[in-house]
């Protein structure tokens, strides 16, 4: 059985940085999408990116902010966020699943496997 745990988010301010981490085991190897999703107060869980072996894909209004990427070992998923807006504040949750993803909007029933989500806070 694969678990996601993840690291606690935070608190910043407008124009800072956070990085997210999620511990997966057993590793990711078995894997092949590994994927961040948030999501914000009153509105619906929303992709914000996602790697597999042929790369990488954001969310338009994270494009060039973040950056996700695999640890060392294949044992963890990252996500570092700069420049941090007000509306990137929401519950942070890390997915993966051993099947493709399948297309952009990131559909969350892609994915099998959850973190249970950490909290970050951007104030302006």
């Known amino acids: 059985q694969v678990q996601l745990v993840e690291s606690a988010g935070g608190s910043v301010q407008t124009g800072g940085s956070l990085e997210l981490a999620c511990t997966v085991s057993p590793a990711t190897y078995n894997l092949y999408s590994l994927g961040w999703f948030r999501q914000a107060p009153g509105k619906e869980r929303e992709g914000v990116a996602v790697?597999?072996?042929?790369?990488?894909r954001y969310a338009d209004s994270v494009k060039g902010r973040f950056t996700i990427s695999i640890g060392d070992a294949r044992a963890s998923l990252h996500l570092q966020m700069n420049n941090l807006k007000p509306d990137d504040t929401g519950m942070y949750y890390c997915?993966?699943?051993?099947?493709?993803?399948?297309?952009?909007?990131?559909?969350?029933?892609?994915?099998?496997?959850w973190g249970q989500g950490t909290q970050v806070t951007v104030s302006s």
């Open positions: 997915a993966a699943d051993d099947r493709p993803w399948q297309g952009w909007p990131l559909d969350e029933n892609g994915f099998g496997y």
């Open positions: 790697i597999d072996n042929d790369g990488t």
